[in-house]
């Protein structure tokens, strides 16, 4: 049974309806994750209280980082805090809901850590 899950894309579209979603089931969100909409990052990490923050821009990971810096939150900076993310310890499952390629490596290292997987690309 998935309990808490790692969200890759968190900002998006689909991401959004993720984080909804996993609020209505009470599902623990212990990573997402964006680009560069830090401010739409910040609003959800303040309210699903997740250990992590990967922000694949980083210089919007230091802003970010600014932003949350009142909490326990950790802010990741760069295309390996995706990684980072997606094998973040006590995850049961991972939503890789990032556009293209950007999401294989994240999803490949989650499936070596035996993550369940729940893809949504349009690629």
Avoid: F, Y
């Avoid at 990573?31 to 909409?37: H, K, L, P």
């Avoid at 990971?61 to 802010?75: G, N, Q």
């Avoid at 980072?84 to 490596?105: F, H, M």
């Amino acid at each position: 049974m998935v309990r808490s899950i790692s969200i890759l894309g968190s900002t998006g579209s689909i991401g959004r309806q993720t984080v909804a979603v996993a609020e209505h089931l009470g599902l623990q969100v212990r990573a997402i994750t964006t680009n560069r909409s830090i401010g739409l990052a910040e609003e959800q990490a303040r309210k699903l209280h997740p250990a992590m923050v990967a922000v694949t821009d980083e210089s919007a990971a230091k802003e970010l980082k600014i932003a949350l810096a009142d909490t326990d939150i950790k802010v990741w900076g760069g295309e390996h805090a995706l990684v980072e993310a997606a094998v973040i310890s006590d995850t049961d499952a991972v939503v890789t809901a990032v556009s293209g390629a950007v999401g294989l490596k994240p999803t490949l290292e989650a499936i070596k850590k035996k993550r369940r997987i729940a893809l949504a690309n349009k690629e």
